[in-house]
């Protein structure tokens, strides 16, 4: 895997002055939220910004880019903010155009992203899937229960 440098922007592109105080560490963390699409400041979404964070600068956080063998931070996104909707009975459809409306970045439409978690919710009944399923039970496990 080739090692990458994330593109940021704004003030997230700006390195920080000596004398600015603290408030330029709340206008770079709201710009975080922004970007990785949290809304809530949870512990649950305060994980899911160093787990996007660490995937974009750390190479050892990165998944293999073969979708056969591996997962990528889009999937786990995916299958959190789906999981989320479908368990308070809420659209999952509707979840799905909110995470297209939200990432325009991945190219993905709609209908994809809620495929992707169909398949997702599938993997632990099939062979094939059962070692994509341990990964993704291991990763939400780092994640703090609520």
């Not at 990165?62 to 979708?67: A, D, G, I, L, S």
Request: charged share 30%; hydrophobic share 35%; net charge positive.
């Amino acid at each position: 895997m080739t090692d990458r440098k994330p593109k940021f922007e704004g003030v997230l592109s700006e390195p920080m002055s000596l004398g600015g105080g603290p408030r330029q560490l709340i206008e770079r963390f709201i710009a975080l939220k922004e970007r990785y699409g949290v809304s809530d400041s949870s512990d649950a979404s305060t994980m899911k910004i160093l787990m996007c964070l660490a995937h974009e600068c750390v190479p050892g956080f990165r998944f293999e880019k073969n979708r056969s063998s591996g997962l990528d931070y889009k999937d786990i996104i995916i299958f959190v903010e789906l999981t989320k909707a479908d368990e308070q009975r809420k659209s999952v459809s509707n979840a799905a155009q909110f995470l297209e409306n939200k990432h325009p970045e991945w190219g993905l439409k709609a209908e994809s992203i809620r495929q992707r978690f169909m398949d997702m919710k599938h993997w632990k009944k099939t062979g094939r899937g059962q070692k994509r399923f341990a990964k993704m039970v291991k990763l939400l496990n780092l994640l703090p229960a609520k």
